[in-house]
């Protein structure tokens, strides 16, 4: 067996069982959990969300009635378009978030690095990447370097050590399965062990049927 290479995958052919595993090992119920996870703040778009809409509703107004000339027509304007460019946004991570099987984010899962902060997710064996240690102003991060493109995850500075004593024994073990033929032991640190074939390519599904809303959003994405 050898290791497997990066996986690109829309979250819309994600097989059943992955999906599955994928959201019990966010939920800490799976057999491994995440060693180390940065997720997307969720609730910080959507505030911005409707302080922009509030901000633009109270200032257009007023804009267009002070004493600028020209100018107070196309400021306002330009507080519309600003909250609703930060709607947009918010709008579009709760979208993802609920597509996902886990939340939105980065994550050291087993011997992988997933980056789930699209809906194409990268699943990318450790073994695979350039990893390096980040520390910046009293913050950590772990970057993961390779043909799929860099994926950094940010953690804990106090938990720098041990999260990369235990990525470490993770990725020894698992290269110690691979060069076994341990499928069994390769699967429980591979997030994406029950999609794969043979080869190690994941083997995905047809996305869900969609509504003609749903198809309609799709041919404007």
Known sequence: MKVPLPTVIHVEHLPPPSRRRLRDIAAREAAITPTAAARLPWAAPLGLALAAVAA????????TRVGLGRLGPPAALAVAVVAAAVVARAVARLRLAARLPLPPGRYVIGAFVVDATRELLTVVPIARTRPAVERRWGHAALRFDSEAGPCRVAVPAAHLERV???????VVAYAAALAAGDRATAGQLDPLAEARDQDGTVIGVPGPPRGRIGLALARWR
């Open 164 to 170: 990369l004593t235990w990525m470490h024994g993770d």
């Open 56 to 63: 633009a509703a109270a200032a257009a107004p007023a804009l």
